[in-house]
């Protein structure tokens, strides 16, 4: 199976509504590695839960990110990790580490991008006022939230709506769309990747 290592520095719901459907379908992934920024997140307690191993790290013990994501890369290269999941991992990627996984990062964010990139997509979707908003999962570059759009979901915001209501109405959505989206890409890359070889070992 293909292995993905999920980022992530909060509560982690993405990465247990992956762990979830990992364990329940025949995928063509595994979840190998949980990296987390954040020593003490909610989300740690979830990688316990489901038995998936992480890398910690703070930071602020760091002086550059190069020093940490050079840290990162040889945890992923060990573990022979593939594909890079961001699931609430608020923090931008830099060349280290989009160097070695150049079109293998992927992000999902709570907006249609390119409205409202960046922390806290929920309250500014609410603060401007706009009627309809939506979930994005796209490719990472070095930008925020700005790489190629692989797949969006547009919802309707309700008059008045609470900002927990769209919130959770949102994650209801990323929860669904993540899983299916990266098993799509991983599968389809993986046949891509058996085409080639074929087409190499004939010519
Ligand atoms: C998710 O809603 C994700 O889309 C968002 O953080 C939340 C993490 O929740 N990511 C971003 O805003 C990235 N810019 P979770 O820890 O419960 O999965």
Redesign the pocket.
């Given at each position: 199976k293909t292995k993905v290592a999920v980022f992530?520095?909060?509560?982690?719901?993405?990465?247990e509504a992956l762990m979830d459907k990992v364990e329940l379908e025949s995928l063509d992934y595994c979840v190998a590695l949980l990296v987390c920024d954040k020593p003490g997140a909610l989300?740690l307690n979830k990688a316990a839960k489901y038995q998936v191993p992480v890398f910690v790290f703070d930071p602020k013990q760091y002086n550059f990110k190069s020093e940490f994501e050079q840290k990162i890369v040889k945890e992923l290269q060990n573990r022979h990790i593939d594909w890079i999941v961001?699931?609430?991992?608020?923090r931008l990627i830099g060349p280290t580490l989009l160097t070695p996984f150049q079109s293998k990062i992927i992000?999902?964010?709570?907006s249609l991008l390119p409205s409202f990139?960046?922390?806290?997509?929920v309250g500014q979707a609410l603060a401007t006022g706009v009627k309809v908003t939506g979930?994005t999962i796209h490719f990472v570059d070095e930008g925020?939230?700005t790489g190629k759009i692989i797949e969006q979901e547009s919802l309707r915001i309700h008059e008045k709506e609470s900002r927990e209501s769209l919130?959770q109405r949102?994650?209801s959505i990323?929860h669904r769309l993540f899983p299916k989206i990266i098993q799509s890409l991983i599968s389809s890359d993986n046949k891509e990747g058996a085409f080639l070889n074929e087409k190499e070992s004939t010519t």
């Open positions: 992530a520095s909060g509560t982690g719901s993405n990465f989300v961001l699931a609430g991992y608020m992000n999902i964010h709570p990139p960046g922390k806290d997509a979930v925020m939230d919130q949102l994650q990323e």
